[in-house]
């Protein structure tokens, strides 16, 4: 009999340390998740070296609570403070951070990264911490059938496939590097959707559109800010005219720039693979997405619910519980593996780092008496729509 056992390490009333989900199918196989918070390496002097080096210690000690290592992670989330100067600015932190990631992280570990990746410079603001130079977020996955591979998760009898960001970036039939198109974003997005997604998993025989559940969007605005929403509203028309009935669940929202920063957008999807695997969405389409979107695997439900924007925590997190129930779950307390916080910018640092504080003053509320699952937290320019000044989004798992 299928069953889902959820272990939050260390928990405080906004997140627990690491979330540690021991899955154990029908048919007897069993998987071991392992999601640390988002961490920083503030306790180190703010140089980006310092910083990687001491986020990648504290990472690596949530690993451990649930007996995993660096080669089990799959899934690297990089949210990059956004430094002034500007593209070039932009350009050089880049750069440097590239040149350290992979070399350090097998240096201090002695494991080689195995894990796709997802970065982004968010906003000036930076973290709920001030001195983080940026923050980290790793999924780690450990089991006996399991191997990790280019950004896809093999469990054996089925795949769950995460490639990692894509931009139009790419070298055309003179092997010469493109990295724009122009100011075509509807193009812009279509190109990333079929000829670095849709191709390319044909070519391995997957069903892009049939199988993706879950979709994340960047939309990097510093070249036009005025733009913002006008691009969210383009990016949310290609989706629905891209996906059709089989309209993930998923969120957008506004970021400084992406890496590759001639580029406007970078989505990221999630597809499930397998014979064994259903695939179920929301006919409710809300803020461009499907509401909420699941799979099924022997025994086992995992549910992705879609960003959720308000101007209350502890109201958001009620609608994700509303959500999630909607999707066969127990409720948000009970199933919960992991929430995204999102947090708009204000005016002023001294505005924005109190909001920071009310937001999590109602989130801490609604988890009063229990572990709230893992979480990792942003400031950005907006998120979803432009009436929302934060959002959540939310992943959860259970049992049939």
């Known amino acids: 009999m299928a069953k889902v056992d959820i272990i939050r390490y260390n928990p405080i009333g906004i997140f627990s340390s690491t979330t540690q989900t021991v899955v154990t199918y029908d048919d007897k196989t069993v998987v071991h998740h392992i999601e640390p918070s988002g961490n920083v390496g503030t ?5 980006l070296g310092s910083e990687w080096f001491g986020t990648i210690e504290n990472l690596n000690a949530g690993l451990v609570k649930g ?3 660096w080669g089990d992670v799959y899934k690297t989330d990089v949210l990059w403070t956004t430094p002034a100067g500007g593209y070039d600015a932009c350009d050089d932190y880049k750069n440097s951070y590239n040149a350290i990631y992979g070399p350090m992280i097998a240096a201090v570990t002695g494991h080689h990264l195995r ?14 911490d001030p001195a983080a130079l940026f923050e980290i977020q790793i999924k780690a996955v450990r089991g006996e059938s399991v191997s990790i591979n280019g950004g896809t998760i093999d469990y054996g009898e089925w795949q769950d496939v995460q490639p990692s960001g894509a931009s139009v970036m790419h ?60 691009r969210i509203d383009t990016l949310k028309a290609v989706m629905a005219d891209y996906y059709g009935d089989n309209l993930p669940a998923g969120k ?31 006919s409710e389409v809300i803020d461009g997405f499907a509401s909420w979107a699941s799979f099924d695997r022997s025994g086992v439900r995992e549910v992705m619910v879609s ?34 916080a999102y947090i708009v910018a204000k005016d002023s640092k001294e505005a924005s780092r109190q909001w920071l504080a009310d937001f999590n003053t109602s989130f801490t509320a609604y988890y009063e008496g229990t572990s709230p699952a893992g979480r990792t937290a942003q400031y950005l320019g907006g998120f979803m729509d432009e009436k929302y000044p934060c959002g959540i989004s939310n992943r959860s798992m259970f049992a049939l």
């Open 67 to 69: 007996g995993a290592n």
């Open 307 to 340: 960003g959720v924007g308000g101007d209350d925590a502890g109201a958001i997190l009620g609608t994700i519980d509303s959500r999630l129930k909607e999707a066969g779950g127990t409720g948000l307390k009970e199933n919960g593996i992991f929430n995204n």
């Open 171 to 230: 070298k055309d039939a003179n092997g010469n590097t493109v990295t724009t198109l122009g100011d075509d974003l509807k193009r812009e997005m279509e190109f990333v959707l079929i000829e670095q997604y849709e191709k390319p998993m044909a070519e391995k025989g997957i069903d892009f559109k049939a199988s993706t559940m879950w979709m994340e969007i960047l939309v990097a605005i510093d070249n036009n800010p005025a733009e913002t929403w006008a």
């Open 43 to 47: 306790q180190y002097a703010g140089e």
């Open 115 to 128: 894990s796709n990746r997802m970065a982004r410079f968010t906003h000036p603001e930076g973290f709920p």
């Open 252 to 282: 957008i929202y506004p970021v400084s720039r992406i890496p590759n920063l001639d580029g406007i957008v970078e989505p990221q999807p999630r597809c499930i693979v397998g014979n064994d695997i259903t695939i179920n969405r929301s």
